[in-house]
């Protein structure tokens, strides 16, 4: 799994595998504008990846009223 940011904003990531509520790490590493996060083993049926990127404050233009509301919608 990869992430993309704006340059130098991704400040700190995580990542969980294993059956919900399960706090198996993952492998998680990132320079300051990619994320990449990879189960270290094969996961059963049902189980998941559970990732986290922390982006430094003003990364992402934070969306109008209108636009949040229009986007739960769609």
């Known amino acids: 799994i990869s992430v993309t940011a ?15 509520g399960v706090t198996q790490r993952c492998a998680s590493k990132f ?3 990619q994320a990449t ?3 270290t083993r094969p ?3 049902h189980e998941q990846v559970t ?14 009223t209108l636009r949040s509301l229009d986007s739960r919608m769609h």
């Open 37 to 39: 996060f990879t189960a």
């Open 31 to 33: 320079t300051g504008s």
């Open 43 to 45: 996961l059963m049926e």
């Open 6 to 20: 704006p340059a130098g904003s991704i400040t700190k990531v995580d990542c969980l595998q294993g059956p919900k």
């Open 51 to 64: 990732i986290v990127v922390s982006l430094r404050k003003g990364a992402v233009t934070a969306p109008t």
